[in-house]
């Protein structure tokens, strides 16, 4: 299975009311999930999920288009998804206590956001055995999962781009590795061959 976690594009910063809480894309936003549905369509796929929050769903269409089926899992939403939305630039101090490990200002634990993300992908790749699988979701999720796969405590190993996309893949006699990180065009351009990742343990290099 080569699993494609996609950050969304950027999110709009100036919503208010429901929006606050589930923003749902900017213009810029919308541009980068357009130019990421090239590297997607290029190396191909068999099913789309998305995180449930808005900023997912929108990124999943955007990308590939209205027509293409999208299965929302709630479960491949960010951390802060009971929260109202703070954009990192307008959260500095905050922001500080998810690099430190602390979810607590988000009302859970890093074990619980650990826990919810990988059964959930989990449950996906049992479903999804040799296929090739986009899920949009969320920096945080894609962090939390690399994490697991590397056997590392931190919740950020490196900062994802908007739009990016990081490949993993699994094999049912060597488990998960994973192939590529932040890949953004034109840095991989659609069709060109995906090199394995060497992967040390000491994931912090990504920072």
Not at 82 to 97: C, F, N
Not at 126 to 145: K, L, M, P, S, Y
Request: proline share 6%; aromatic share 8%; hydrophobic share 40%.
């Amino acid at each position: 299975m080569i699993l494609s976690m996609v950050r969304h594009g950027e999110p709009a910063r100036a919503a208010s009311g429901e929006l606050q809480n589930d923003p749902p894309l900017s213009p810029l936003g919308v541009a980068q999930m357009q130019e990421t549905g090239g590297l997607l369509r290029a190396d191909g796929y068999d099913a789309v999920f998305a995180s449930n929050l808005r900023r997912a769903t929108e990124s999943a269409r955007c990308a590939l288009g209205p027509d293409v089926p999208v299965s929302e899992v709630a479960d491949l939403a960010e951390f802060d998804r009971d929260s109202d939305y703070l954009h990192y630039e307008d959260g500095a101090d905050v922001w500080q206590r998810y690099r430190e490990g602390d979810l607590s200002p988000w009302g859970t634990t890093a074990e619980e956001f650990r826990q919810r993300v990988v059964t959930a992908l989990e449950a996906i790749r049992i479903e999804h055995v040799g296929e090739r699988v986009v899920a949009v979701c969320h920096g945080g999720v894609i962090n939390i999962f690399l994490a697991w796969i590397l056997g590392e405590s931190a919740l950020r190993l490196f900062a994802p781009d908007y739009g990016s996309v990081s490949r993993f893949e699994y094999r049912a006699d060597a488990g998960w590795s994973v192939r590529e990180l932040n890949a953004r065009p034109p840095t991989r351009a659609p069709g060109a061959p995906v090199r394995s990742v060497p992967v040390a343990r000491a994931g912090a290099s990504w920072n």
